[in-house]
């Protein structure tokens, strides 16, 4: 499933997009993000809309006689109101069966693009199926942003020198123990329990060997995962799990 964002503009500060990015996730209506990168200056998600988000819904093929006029009419409710401190703009591309939406913060290099939820398989998150357990991940992983913003602002103030700089990728992997944690649950919250393992896979741009010591010191009960040569600091934050270079 291609899901591509358009060319990011450049500029402002790594640990800023990343607040306003997280805060941007809260604010566009906490859907069940599919992707999310961070690159730099540069960030980027796209986020699965809920099915009765849009109360009456239309299905392409469309025409400018017969256009998407439920995506048209939410993204021009929120047109003019303020997301993340910032203004936003929506394009609607109507090219297919389901209505996308594309959400840029205006000054920022922050964009989203939402997708129905048709458009979604269990396949493209590494899923064996799609369900309730989706409504959980948003807040999560905005949870998980914060103590990473945190704690690249506080390495930063402790080693000094130039602002740390950091890429981001949420991804999906499958849990081999799913199953086990299923059979233990109360039957009530099953659908609730992720059958996938949401990850936060974080890279260093650029990092002094101070603030990388700062960092790594947050990570309390880390464990190693990966290749002799790809070692890497898996840490727990709530239920999204956070890689680190080790």
Not at 66 to 77: C, E, F, I, S, T
Not at 171 to 193: F, K, W
Request: aromatic share 8%; charged share 25%.
């Amino acid at each position: 499933m291609a899901m591509e964002e358009a060319a990011m503009i450049p500029g402002g500060s790594n640990i800023g997009t990343l607040i306003t990015g997280k805060a941007f996730m809260a604010e566009i209506g906490v859907f069940f993000p599919v992707s999310m990168t961070l690159r730099g200056e540069e960030f980027a998600a796209v986020f699965m809309m809920r099915a009765g988000e849009l109360g009456h819904r239309t299905t392409g093929p469309y025409t400018p006689d017969r256009p998407p006029v439920d995506a048209m009419n939410w993204a021009q409710l929120r047109t003019g109101i303020g997301m993340a401190g910032h203004f936003p703009r929506f394009r609607i591309d109507a090219s297919g069966l389901w209505p996308r939406i594309h959400v840029e913060l205006l000054g920022t290099a922050v964009r989203g693009l939402i997708v129905m939820p048709e458009e979604v398989t269990a396949e493209s998150v590494n899923a064996p199926y799609l369900g309730a357990w989706q409504e959980q991940i948003s807040s999560r992983v905005r949870i998980a942003l914060d103590w990473i913003a945190e704690w690249l602002t506080a390495c930063h103030r402790q080693a000094g020198g130039t602002e740390p700089s950091v890429d981001l990728d949420l991804v999906y992997r499958p849990d081999n123990d799913y199953e086990t944690g299923l059979a233990q649950a109360d039957e009530l919250v099953r659908e609730l329990i992720p059958p996938v393992r949401p990850v936060l896979e974080l890279r260093w741009r650029s990092v002094s060997p101070a603030q990388r010591k700062a960092f790594v010191k947050n990570l309390k009960g880390a464990r190693r995962v990966g290749t002799r040569s790809d070692r890497r600091l898996s840490h727990r934050i709530g239920g999204i799990e956070l890689e680190v270079p080790g």
